[in-house]
């Protein structure tokens, strides 16, 4: 198993990005936030995602020099237009331009078309944090689940995420599939040949599976049964319908449509505190709501309380202190596209990969 620290794999994706033809900013950027999702133990979105972005970058089928513009503009609202770029940079570039209009009017909103997977919500959500703001992001993904009580995939996971500012305490923040899990966790299954338990997902005929293979044939199952599917339709709504992006069954899957674009939608929302009321009083109401939380007494069979968010800023604490196990599969994908594209020599293996 390969040991790496956070830089060394960014280092090495800005690598594989800019050896691909891609802007030093955007790869930069792009790197990052593959690089945080490692980090917060989102091994999902992280490097892990490198290959499939790099098969869609030499397909065409991703913008390698997007020219993303506002295509409507109003004082508190806009759409951008991503020009099929990387998810990340077009994610990346919305969610500033909402910051700057929520600086000016207390609250923004930004709708994106032509977009690409950008990773993880919570990176965008949490941009929001360092300007004393309320982040709020969701988007859509290609169809991976039935509508409740169906087994043909017309909806995305849909993820959402919200990030909140505390005082002394670390802030909330929220970043949650509308799938009971997200399809990474049985990709990840898949590759340690573990089995899943009853109740994520069906087969391709409707029947419950404990099979990540089969799973991955069939549909992902809503969290919450109908809540969740009506989550998952209103954020459809919101960053597809909304945006002009793609939606439902027409959105573009990331590793099954080869042959075209994605046309990923995402809504973004930032929210000056301030305009609420002022910041240190809010911070410190914050403070007291998650310590009620954190001091309450835990049920039978729990030893501690956790907010949403904390687990994975401890991770990221330990994480970017002691280095990143990556699985040996990921190690290996990584190592075989680093000699794909010329990178390393035919002698190289993992364990010299990010010497």
């Given at each position: 198993?390969?040991?790496?620290t956070?830089?060394?794999?960014?280092?090495?994706?800005?690598?594989?990005?800019?050896?691909?033809?891609?802007?030093?900013?955007?790869?930069?950027?792009?790197?990052?936030?593959?690089?945080?999702?490692?980090?917060?133990?989102?091994?999902?979105?992280?490097?892990?995602?490198?290959?499939?972005?790099?098969?869609?970058?030499?397909?065409?089928?991703?913008?390698?020099?997007?020219?993303?513009?506002v295509?409507?503009?109003?004082?508190?609202?806009?759409?951008?237009?991503?020009?099929?770029?990387?998810?990340?940079?077009?994610?990346?570039?919305a969610?500033?331009?909402?910051?700057?209009?929520?600086?000016?009017?207390?609250?923004?909103?930004?709708?994106?078309?032509?977009?690409?997977?950008?990773?993880?919500?919570?990176?965008?959500?949490m941009?929001?944090?360092?300007?004393?703001?309320?982040?709020?992001?969701?988007?859509?993904?290609?169809?991976?689940?039935?509508?409740?009580?169906?087994?043909?995939?017309?909806?995305?996971?849909?993820?959402?995420?919200?990030?909140?500012?505390?005082?002394?305490?670390?802030?909330?923040?929220?970043?949650?599939?509308?799938?009971?899990?997200?399809?990474?966790?049985?990709?990840?299954?898949?590759?340690?040949?573990?089995?899943?338990?009853v109740?994520?997902?069906?087969?391709?005929?409707?029947?419950?599976?404990?099979?990540?293979?089969?799973?991955?044939?069939?549909?992902l199952?809503?969290?919450?049964?109908?809540?969740?599917?009506?989550?998952?339709?209103?954020?459809?709504?919101?960053?597809?319908?909304?945006?002009?992006?793609?939606?439902?069954?027409?959105?573009?899957?990331?590793?099954?449509?080869?042959?075209?674009?994605?046309?990923?939608?995402?809504?973004?929302?930032?929210?000056?505190v301030n305009?609420?009321?002022?910041?240190?009083?809010?911070?410190?109401?914050?403070?007291?709501?998650?310590?009620?939380?954190?001091?309450?007494?835990?049920?039978?069979?729990?030893?501690?309380?956790?907010?949403?968010?904390?687990?994975?800023?401890?991770?990221?604490?330990?994480?970017?202190?002691?280095?990143?196990?990556?699985?040996?599969?990921?190690?290996?994908?990584?190592?075989?596209?680093?000699?794909?594209?010329?990178?390393?020599?035919?002698?190289?293996?993992?364990?010299?990969?990010?010497?």
């Amino acid at each position: 198993m390969a040991h790496v620290t956070g830089e060394q794999l960014k280092s090495f994706a800005v690598k594989v990005f800019e050896s691909l033809g891609i802007p030093a900013t955007d790869a930069e950027t792009t790197a990052e936030i593959l690089v945080q999702a490692d980090l917060r133990g989102i091994d999902s979105h992280g490097v892990a995602r490198l290959p499939i972005y790099v098969k869609r970058l030499k397909l065409g089928l991703i913008n390698k020099r997007p020219d993303i513009k506002v295509v409507r503009d109003r004082p508190g609202a806009a759409v951008v237009d991503g020009d099929n770029g990387l998810g990340q940079v077009v994610g990346h570039r919305a969610m500033t331009l909402c910051l700057e209009k929520a600086r000016q009017h207390g609250v923004a909103v930004v709708g994106v078309k032509n977009s690409n997977h950008f990773g993880i919500g919570a990176y965008y959500a949490m941009m929001a944090l360092k300007e004393d703001m309320i982040g709020m992001v969701g988007t859509n993904t290609s169809p991976l689940m039935a509508p409740f009580g169906g087994k043909q995939p017309l909806l995305g996971t849909n993820p959402l995420a919200i990030a909140i500012p505390a005082g002394s305490q670390r802030p909330v923040v929220l970043d949650m599939a509308t799938s009971l899990v997200p399809r990474g966790k049985i990709e990840i299954a898949a590759r340690k040949g573990e089995k899943i338990p009853v109740g994520w997902a069906i087969d391709k005929d409707g029947r419950p599976t404990q099979e990540p293979e089969e799973a991955l044939k069939g549909t992902l199952l809503p969290m919450g049964g109908p809540k969740g599917y009506g989550l998952a339709l209103v954020l459809d709504i919101l960053c597809g319908v909304l945006s002009g992006a793609a939606f439902g069954a027409h959105t573009g899957s990331l590793f099954g449509d080869l042959d075209r674009p994605q046309n990923i939608g995402h809504f973004m929302l930032a929210l000056d505190v301030n305009s609420f009321r002022p910041l240190s009083e809010f911070k410190n109401t914050m403070d007291s709501l998650i310590l009620s939380i954190k001091n309450s007494e835990p049920a039978e069979g729990f030893k501690e309380l956790f907010l949403p968010g904390e687990i994975e800023y401890t991770k990221t604490e330990e994480r970017a202190q002691k280095g990143i196990d990556l699985n040996p599969v990921v190690a290996q994908n990584l190592l075989n596209l680093a000699r794909d594209l010329g990178l390393v020599g035919g002698e190289a293996t993992v364990d010299t990969l990010f010497a």
